[in-house]
């Protein structure tokens, strides 16, 4: 099993930066067989929708909206996974969510609320 908690979400005006952080702990065999990381946000009456992942390689991917200003990247273990976001807009609110999956199970943290003012 794997466990996942979500931090640094808050309060923000837009052009502001916030960084989000997963600490991932648990089962050491899974942890080391991830395979993709990733960040995902749901705002209200919407889907979970993806904003940016970490491949095994250290690839990333990102949403559409975010890129040029949002960064993943993680520790060498897995352990921590980081969300830089830069020049934040109030689109951008949304309950930010940590994803991991290992050796075919997905887990999720309980997610961090992000709120941009105009």
């Known amino acids: 099993q794997v466990q996942l908690v979500e931090s640094g979400g808050g309060l923000a005006q837009a052009g502001d930066s916030l960084r989000l952080s997963c600490a991932v702990s648990?089962?050491?065999?899974?942890?080391?067989?991830?395979?993709?990381v990733g960040w995902y946000r749901q705002a209200p009456g919407k889907q979970r929708d993806l904003v940016a992942t970490?491949?095994?390689?250290?690839?990333?991917n990102y949403a559409v909206s975010v890129q040029g200003r949002f960064t993943i990247y993680s520790d060498n273990w897995r352990k921590t996974v980081t969300l830089q976001m830069n020049s934040l807009k109030p689109e951008d609110t949304a309950v930010y969510y940590c994803?991991?999956?290992?050796?075919?199970?997905?887990?999720w943290g309980q997610g961090t609320q992000v709120t941009v003012s105009s």
């Open positions: 648990g089962n050491n065999f899974v942890i080391t067989n991830n395979n993709l």
């Open positions: 994803h991991f999956r290992a050796l075919g199970r997905e887990y």
């Open positions: 970490l491949d095994k390689v250290g690839s990333a």
